[in-house]
């Protein structure tokens, strides 16, 4: 069995998807609630759906785990109580990772790009572990990911038991089907399709750096057929151990993006600048990419996907139909 945390949330749908469809059994530890969300796991229910406040029945019985992938966190770059995010992103995470280390199963967690914070150069966005102290994230969501890569590594140096397979995915802003749940968090790519399908502008906010023009803040952005790729190939060679970076290596434009969606969705390019909400500004990331140097060393070479290539995927063959729920290849439709 695989255990899936946040298997019903946007990524981790997306990885039981392709689980299920390579014919693994699966429990998804997450809540459905009362909204949409169970629609991330129709195509493909989990052999066992468990609340988070179960999980540790689900390890106490569950002897045949072969590997955990911890997508479950809070993810809100706007959260503010501390506490409960330390407990779900920090003391959860420790608990599995001791846990994975006692029982012999490997274990992939979610970090964030996040972590980099006000990093604006392509040399700072390095995973190298020696780098990591040096880092300083702009909220609390970043910082409880750093304090968590920090624990592992730190663990890794004092030689303690470690789960025989680990890695840490620093996603970068990942778009695609499955994240329609999730409010004001969901990306920038299904924001502007709506906007556009409307009939209005695409509507970016304004810079409020002197220094950067408005709609050139930059950003990786990743496409989640990706994310779910290169989350298989660590299940598939487990002797690849790591902290890695999680996206294309290449930054793009807001504007860019905007664009991206007009074209797709065979509409004028007309983009609309609005002032930032005052609850970003300084916690706003306006550079992020990459550094894909460890994750290819490690052997990953599949090539990523482009921003028009994903934006045109992800609007005319989820946004514009009647089915905007993930496929993976070989589960059944």
């Known amino acids: 069995m695989i255990i899936v945390t946040g298997g019903a949330g946007f990524i981790g749908s997306c990885l039981h998807a392709a689980l299920k469809a390579r014919g693994e059994r699966t429990a998804v530890v997450d809540r459905l609630r009362d909204g949409g969300k169970w629609r991330n796991l129709a195509r493909a229910a989990p052999d066992r759906l468990v609340a988070p406040e179960d999980l540790d029945a689900l390890l106490a019985a569950a002897p045949d785990v072969r590997a955990v992938f911890h997508m479950g966190a809070i993810s809100a770059t706007t959260a503010r109580d501390g506490d409960l995010v330390w407990r779900t992103n920090v003391d959860l995470s420790e608990?599995?990772?001791r846990w994975c280390a006692e029982r012999g199963v490997r274990f992939i967690y979610a970090s964030s790009a996040a972590t980099y914070g006000a990093a604006d150069r392509p040399?700072?966005?390095s995973d190298a572990p020696d780098g990591l102290d040096a880092l300083r994230p702009l909220n609390l969501y970043g910082w409880s990911k750093q304090v968590f890569d920090q624990h592992v590594l730190s663990a890794l140096g004092r030689a303690e038991a470690m789960p025989p397979q680990w890695a840490g995915l620093k996603f970068f802003n990942v778009y695609g089907p499955n994240e329609y749940h999730k409010g004001g968090m969901i990306s920038v790519v299904k924001v502007k399709y709506d906007e556009v399908a409307r009939g209005e502008p695409a509507r970016l906010f304004r810079s409020d750096r002197a220094d950067i023009p408005d709609g050139e803040q930059k950003r990786d952005f990743v496409w989640v057929g990706d994310v779910v790729d290169v989350l298989l190939w660590l299940y598939e060679h487990p002797r690849v151990s790591g902290l890695f970076n999680l996206g294309t290596g290449t930054a793009r434009s807001y504007l860019d993006l905007a664009h991206a969606?007009?074209?797709a969705a065979g509409r004028p390019r007309a983009v609309e600048f609005i002032d930032m909400p005052e609850a970003l500004r300084g916690q706003y990331q306006c550079f992020t990419c990459a550094d894909l140097t460890r994750l290819r060393a490690a052997g990953y070479e599949r090539?990523?996907?482009?921003?028009?290539e994903g934006v045109a995927a992800y609007v005319r063959e989820y946004l514009a139909t009647d089915d905007p729920?993930?496929?993976?290849p070989g589960l059944n439709a």
């Open 303 to 308: 090539p990523f996907t482009s921003l028009e």
């Open 261 to 263: 969606v007009c074209d």
């Open 123 to 125: 040399e700072q966005f």
């Open 325 to 328: 729920f993930f496929r993976y």
């Open 95 to 97: 608990k599995l990772m």
